[in-house]
């Protein structure tokens, strides 16, 4: 079983450049998360799902996009990096709204 | 706006010790509260949720109890092991809210 799967695990882009990170889940769950995790500012929610097709804005979702055109994925997209998106990329997924939360390894993203 | 603080933010024990784990949160209508660790350059995993009608979980050596009214909570971890080296995550689950707020966690160093 493998839980909550992120890919890539670490990418470097330059500034200006475009990219997806994919999170696939195998549970089953309704719930997805993309969290940003920085040094002194600890998790913050930039979007969620609550399901197949829909997806939300959370604490800091400029920058971003997201998709969740399938169940088990659910995809972080930046279309123009930039410097103040390096940061390590989490996603988690839970079962039900407020239900026990499964991370992922993380993305390690560096813009230069 | 729901806020967690973890205090301290680093702690060194000596091998042996029961410590406990501090977290607190200004908004006390929650759903639950999780405790999370996170090993360096890993994603999180899950140690224990507590209802918000529930006062403490237990899982091995650790214990979570919730003060609701308060807005407190403190995880124990009785006779502290090398292996329990790691940074520790608390986050709340607000009525009104849409994902999990996180503190910014408790580093924690046991020396053998």
């Known amino acids: 079983n493998a839980g909550v799967t992120q890919t890539p695990k670490f990418r470097v882009l330059k500034t200006g450049q475009s990219m997806t990170l994919l999170c696939a889940q195998d549970?089953?769950?309704?719930?997805m998360y993309w969290y940003r995790q920085d040094p002194g500012m600890g998790l913050r929610l930039i979007h969620y799902s609550v399901g197949e097709g829909t997806t939300a804005k959370g604490e800091v979702p400029d920058g971003y996009n997201v998709s969740r055109l399938k169940k088990q994925n659910f995809l972080l997209g930046l279309e123009s990096a930039a410097p103040s998106q390096t940061s390590v990329y989490f996603c988690?997924?839970?079962?039900?709204?407020?239900?026990?939360?499964?991370f992922g390894e993380g993305s390690r993203l560096t813009v230069l | 706006k729901q806020e967690v603080t973890q205090i301290p933010a680093a702690l060194s024990v000596p091998e042996g010790e029961n410590l406990v784990l501090n977290c607190s949160f200004t908004?006390?209508?929650?759903?639950?509260l999780q405790w999370f660790r996170q090993d360096p350059g890993k994603g999180l995993t899950s140690l224990l949720l507590?209802?918000?009608?529930?006062r403490e979980q237990t899982s091995g050596r650790l214990n979570a109890s919730l003060d609701k009214s308060s807005g407190r909570s403190t995880l124990y971890i009785a006779a502290s092991q090398p292996g329990d080296s790691a940074t520790y995550l608390c986050?709340?689950?607000?009525?009104?809210?849409?994902?999990?707020?996180f503190g910014k966690g408790t580093t924690l160093s046991v020396s053998s």
């Open positions: 908004d006390s209508a929650i759903y639950n």
């Open positions: 549970m089953n769950h309704e719930y």
């Open positions: 988690a997924s839970s079962y039900n709204r407020a239900g026990e939360l499964f």
């Open positions: 986050a709340v689950f607000g009525q009104a809210g849409t994902a999990l707020i």
């Open positions: 507590i209802q918000s009608s529930q």
